[in-house]
């Protein structure tokens, strides 16, 4: 499944759009309170909440949970490695994933096991639709498509809290 996203997806104090490749809104991301860390809530168009996401504040490194409504959560944690942006994804009960690339350029992949779940570049994106700097993500049909959403959503958090 593809889907389309945008620069400053997750600005605190504000809430943004998730939409399918055809430019139809299919996910919100909004705020939720403010605090010293930064939560965030994943809903449908419906508004039902489909996950909660929130930065733990007194960690040595970036390290956001991820916790679905069904139940299923993760441990997101930036890690740096010569260059590379690297996002371990630990997921409860099951193998961890990782997200390797460029962050700032939104230009990184998503493995699971070696093998590649989810990519995120520029060049999935579809121009024009006039929400600024678009990026697409196509995740592997199989695959949890609100986790990984969700590690999206994560990786330009973790971006926006390094810029500021």
């Keep these: ?37 930064k939560k965030l ?14 930065q733990k504040v007194f ?15 993760a441990k ?3 890690k740096g490695s010569f260059g590379r942006d690297q996002l371990k994804i630990g997921v409860n009960g099951q193998d961890d994933m990782e997200a390797r690339g460029n962050f700032a350029q939104h230009d990184y992949t998503i493995f699971h096991s070696g ?3 989810a990519r995120v570049s520029k ?9 600024g700097d678009p990026y697409g993500m ?5 695959e949890e498509q609100v986790l990984l959403l969700c590690s999206a959503v994560v990786i330009d958090a973790i971006h926006d809290l390094e810029t500021d």
Aim: negative net charge; proline residues 1%.
């Design 41 to 54: 809530v994943f809903k449908d168009l419906q508004g039902n909440v489909l996950a909660d996401i929130q």
């Design 1 to 37: 499944m593809r889907y389309q996203l945008h620069d400053k997806l997750v600005s605190f104090g504000g809430g943004s759009i998730i939409q399918d490749t055809a430019g139809n809104d299919v996910y919100t991301v909004d705020t939720k309170g403010i605090s010293l860390s």
């Design 59 to 73: 960690s040595f490194s970036a390290t956001f949970e991820v916790v679905l409504s069904h139940g299923l959560s």
């Design 76 to 78: 997101m944690t930036r």
């Design 115 to 117: 093998r590649q779940v």
């Design 123 to 131: 060049t999935l994106s579809v121009p024009g639709n006039g929400l």
């Design 138 to 142: 196509e995740i592997d049909d199989k």
